[in-house]
């Protein structure tokens, strides 16, 4: 007797609840009695002592993925545990795949990592995330044991959930397309689900265009085609009551892991569920949305592995030549957005705009288009060379210890070295004044200047020919906004950072 399909903890409770870590495992778990093909890993270790499962749908190896020729999709969830919906759809489409939708293996290799901040999501509570609209019973909040914020973790690499993410899954499985499963805050519109590639400009433009130009386009339109669902760009009007002043997105630095994976030469989908519609209906857009993300891959697939390897290619060529190191928010074009009209509220009635939190509105339910500017790109303000390679100090052995676990090939010099170089000279040292993720950021102003010099056997040298080149940049180029740099990853303390950053000079080929 075929032994029966387990349900999620949010469909047993009619949505009322949203699963804890032992319901999700036990979920994996019978998948794995139904089809023991289904093979799952441990990632990584939380600072509580969870195993985080990566559920491998199928009974493959990194090794034998990769002689497959099939693409690898990467879906995570749960990283703010109080936005729970990616947690229960992907447990549904694991669930799926080995019973309904089989076929889908036949083209597309799956991993999934239901639970990804397993710790924050033990701390369920109703008071967690109270204008989200359900589950009943509560969520988990939105960051780890440390107190850290996962998807601003992605450079620095401070908890174990992201140096093992990083480590034990990008780097060993090596995914086609990384989907993050996420929740709104903020402004009132008419999608069901919002969305982002990646935002980074630095990112190669070859994939940047392919998922603008055809990925995200086709997946828009088998939602509304098939599920009758409304789905866009993520974004926020700059003011709810003015919506035609324009539809904001977020953020282009790699902390957020849209923006870092493609710095990879990857795909990727940011996934956010509609925080104001009911719970049940937000598990199930999600859920639909992740099965026509497999379906387009399925179709583009060849296609974006091609693009994908030939971005490698042209850096191992070393055509990587000028990176972006300051940004702008820019426009991409004039649309039409679903705006939830919204009215000022008389006084002492509504609330507050839910983006800026400024005035007194009331909603109105009314779904309205309307055309304005979608801000939705970042453009490069200032650019700097790519070198032939950083050469970093022999002392700095935390900062190469980051750049290996992100999997950027660091060499040593065996001998006493003289190379031309242009070093950093530092005109302006600031640290914010405010505290973020535990680190005050420190920005650098200043200039490059060339000279010649001896450097010691033991001195780290990164190539900037290596697939991961631009990613290296980022996080090596003093005036990077999410790099070394910015997060005080370097050992030296403030009063001697120039010296610390003077060694990180650029190789002249």
Do not use: C
Not at 36 to 65: C, H, I, K, Q
Not at 67 to 83: D, L, R, W
Not at 124 to 149: C, F, K, M, W, Y
Not at 274 to 289: A, P
């Amino acid at each position: 007797m075929a032994a029966e399909l387990p349900q999620t903890t949010a469909e047993t409770s009619n949505y009322l609840s949203t699963s804890r870590y032992a319901e999700v495992m036990a979920f994996v778990g019978a998948i794995q009695r139904i089809d023991p093909d289904v093979r799952v890993e441990t990632f990584a270790t939380t600072n509580e002592g969870r195993a985080l499962p990566l559920v491998v749908v199928g009974p493959y190896t990194p090794a034998s993925a990769r002689a497959s020729g099939k693409p690898v999709v990467f879906i995570m969830a749960n990283i703010h545990a109080g936005e729970v919906e990616g947690k229960e759809a992907a447990q549904m489409l694991l669930r799926d795949l080995v019973s309904t939708h089989r076929k889908l293996r036949d083209d597309v290799i799956v991993l999934i990592a239901p639970i990804y901040n397993a710790d924050g999501n033990e701390h369920i509570s109703p008071e967690h995330r109270t204008n989200q609209h359900g589950p009943l019973n509560g969520v988990g909040v939105r960051e780890n044991a440390q107190a850290l914020d996962l998807n601003r973790d992605y450079m620095k690499l401070e908890s174990p959930e992201a140096r093992g993410l990083i480590a034990n899954v990008l780097n060993r499985w090596d995914p086609l397309l990384t989907v993050d499963l996420h929740t709104t805050n903020g402004s009132y519109h008419g999608y069901q689900l919002t969305y982002s590639p990646t935002l980074s400009p630095n990112a190669d433009d070859d994939i940047i265009d392919f998922e603008r130009g055809t990925l995200l386009p086709h997946i828009r339109a088998a939602m509304k085609e098939r599920h009758g669902k409304e789905t866009y760009y993520y974004g926020n009007f700059v003011e709810q009551l003015q919506p035609e002043k324009g539809w904001y997105t977020f953020d282009q630095r790699p902390r957020f892991g849209n923006n870092y994976v493609g710095l990879r030469n990857r795909f990727t989908i940011l996934s956010e569920a509609y925080s104001y519609i009911d719970f049940r209906v937000r598990v199930e857009v999600t859920h639909e949305f992740l099965h026509e993300i497999l379906a387009a891959v399925e179709k583009y697939g060849p296609k974006m592995m091609r693009t994908a390897a030939k971005a490698d290619e042209r850096i191992a060529a070393g055509k990587l030549r000028k990176q972006g190191v300051r940004f702008e928010i820019a426009k991409w074009k004039e649309t039409e957005i679903l705006w939830e009209k919204s009215v000022p509220a008389e006084p002492g009635q509504g609330a507050p705009d839910p983006w800026t939190e400024k005035g007194a509105i009331v909603r109105t339910g009314e779904i309205v288009p309307m055309k304005m500017p979608d801000y939705g790109v970042f453009a490069a303000t200032e650019k700097e060379e790519v070198p032939y390679a950083y050469v970093i100090d022999a002392a700095e052995t935390h900062a190469v210890d980051v750049l290996r676990t992100h999997g950027i090939t660091v060499e040593t010099l065996d001998a006493e070295t003289t190379l031309k170089v242009e070093q950093f000279a530092i005109k302006e040292d600031a640290l914010a004044e405010h505290e973020f993720q535990k680190h005050h950021e420190r920005t650098l102003t200043g200039k490059w200047k060339s000279r010649e010099e001896t450097f010691p056997a033991g001195t780290f040298l990164v190539r900037m020919n290596q697939p991961l080149a631009r990613l290296a940049f980022y996080l090596l180029e003093p005036r990077s906004d999410d790099g070394l740099v910015n997060w005080n990853v370097l050992s030296a303390p403030p009063g001697k950072i120039e010296k610390a950053v003077a060694v990180q000079a650029t190789v002249v080929p």
